[in-house]
């Protein structure tokens, strides 16, 4: 259960980070794809983790 946890959060965070680098390349604007992407993807997985460990409704 604690990998199945901690794998969720790693993965909202890569793909947030990964989607953020992409948006900086095609836009040109880095940084601030990458940070704000990054914080989404955090939020993310942190939401999934907390449905999954049964914290939080899944509504």
Not at 22 to 45: E, H, K, Q, Y
């Amino acid at each position: 259960m604690g990998l199945r946890l901690s794998s969720e959060l790693v993965a909202g965070v890569v793909v947030g980070t990964v989607l953020g680098w992409g948006f900086d390349r095609l836009l040109s604007t880095s940084p601030w794809g990458l940070i704000v992407f990054m914080l989404l993807g955090f939020v993310a997985g942190v939401i999934n983790v907390m449905r999954s460990a049964g914290v939080a409704s899944r509504k």
